[in-house]
C-alpha cells in the first residue's frame, strides 16, 4: 500500500501539508489582528497629544507616554460621570428630600470606626495640635476628613490618574463616548445636557491632566506610579491635581508636596480649609459650606461633621 495514499491529520500529503499551512498562517494574521482590538475602539490619543503640545508640552514626551504599556483609554471614567449627572436630574420627592440634607454615611460612625480615628488622633496629637493652631481648623475635622477620604491613608485608590483623566479628556463629543453609556440613558429630553457636560467634563480632565504633567514633570515623578480614585484624586487627602498646586503644604520642608506622606497630607486638608474660608469661630452653617467645597456633597459634609463630633465627646 502507497503510505501517501491515505494521509492522516498530521499531512503526510505534500500539498495537504502546504493547505494546512497556509491555514494556520492566515488563522494566525487573524489572531494578530484581534488582538490589535483589545483596546475600544476609537482610543486615537492623536488629538490629545496634539493639543498638550499646542500648550506647551514637549511632543516627544507626550507621545512617549501614551504609548507605554500602562496608558489604557478607559471609557467607564467619563461614562461614570455622565451617567451619575444624568441619573441625578430624577426629580427626589420632597419627603426624600428632606431626609438627603440631613443624611450622614453610618458606616464611619460605628464605633468601630470612630475608635480607629479617634486612635488615630491620639496617636499623631502633637502634628494635629501643630496643625490646628497654624491654619486654626480643629484637629477632629481633619481626621474625619481623612477617614472618610481614605480610611486614615489605607485606601488611596488603585486607578492609575493619568489614564483616568486623559480617557475623560480624550472626548469631549458624547457622541463618541455614547456606545458606553448604555442605550436608554440618554434621551431627547437630556441630550442637550448631557452633550453639555461631556464638553464641560472634558475640559475639566483635561486641566487637570495638565496639572499632573507639571506635577510629574517637577518632581521628577513616574506618571504610571501615580495612583488614585476614579477621577483621578490621588493621596491621603484625595486631592485633584490642580489643588496640589493651588493648597498642597510642603510641611516636611523636603522641597516637595507629596501627599502620600501624612505630614504633607494632613497640613493641606487643613490649608485648603483655611484658604476655602474656615475661621476658628466658623458656626456650623459656614463649616458645612467649606466642607461641600471639599466634596460636592451634602452627605458628605454632614458625615465629617458628625464624626468629629463624636471624636470631641470622648478621648
Known amino acids: 500500500m502507497n503510505p501517501r495514499a491515505n494521509p492522516g491529520p ?46 506647551g508640552f514637549d511632543r516627544r514626551t507626550v507621545e512617549a507616554l ?3 504599556q500602562e496608558a489604557r483609554f478607559e471609557p467607564d471614567a467619563m461614562a461614570g460621570k455622565l451617567r451619575s449627572l444624568i441619573q441625578s436630574l430624577t426629580p427626589v420627592p420632597d419627603s426624600l428630600a428632606v431626609k438627603l440634607r440631613d443624611a450622614v454615611h453610618r458606616t464611619y460612625l460605628t464605633s468601630w470606626m470612630v475608635a480607629r480615628a479617634r486612635s488615630y488622633l491620639r496617636e499623631n496629637m502633637s502634628l494635629l495640635e501643630e496643625i490646628q493652631t497654624r491654619y486654626g481648623v480643629p484637629k477632629e475635622i481633619v481626621v474625619s476628613i481623612l477617614l472618610i477620604e481614605t480610611h486614615l491613608g489605607e485606601n488611596t485608590g488603585n486607578r492609575i490618574a493619568f489614564n483616568r483623566l486623559a480617557s475623560m479628556a480624550l472626548y469631549p463629543d ?47 515623578l513616574d506618571l504610571m506610579t501615580i495612583r488614585g480614585s476614579i477621577y483621578g484624586a490621588i493621596g491621603l487627602c484625595q486631592f485633584m491635581p490642580s489643588n496640589i ?59 465629617v461633621l458628625a464624626v468629629a463630633e463624636k471624636l470631641r465627646d470622648r478621648r
Open 66 to 68: 501614551f504609548t507605554r
Open 174 to 220: 458624547l457622541e463618541a463616548i455614547r456606545p458606553y453609556l448604555g442605550g436608554s440613558l440618554i434621551t431627547p429630553d437630556n441630550l442637550e445636557y448631557a452633550r453639555r457636560r461631556c464638553r464641560e467634563k472634558a475640559d475639566w480632565a483635561y486641566n487637570e491632566l495638565k496639572a499632573l504633567l507639571r506635577l510629574a514633570d517637577r518632581d521628577s
Open 10 to 55: 498530521t499531512g503526510d500529503n505534500p500539498q495537504h501539508a502546504r493547505i494546512v499551512r497556509s491555514l494556520l498562517r492566515f488563522f494566525g494574521l487573524i489572531f494578530f489582528l484581534m488582538l490589535l482590538q483589545v483596546r475600544p475602539a476609537g482610543a486615537d490619543w492623536n488629538p490629545l497629544v496634539e493639543r498638550l503640545t499646542a500648550d
Open 245 to 303: 498646586f493651588a493648597y498642597g503644604v510642603d510641611a516636611d520642608q523636603n522641597g516637595r508636596i507629596d501627599l502620600f506622606t501624612k505630614q504633607d497630607a494632613l497640613h493641606s486638608i487643613a490649608n485648603y480649609l483655611q484658604k476655602h474660608g474656615w475661621k476658628r469661630d466658623a458656626d456650623s452653617r459656614n463649616q458645612h459650606r467649606i466642607l461641600f467645597a471639599y466634596n460636592h456633597s451634602n452627605v458628605y459634609a454632614n458625615t
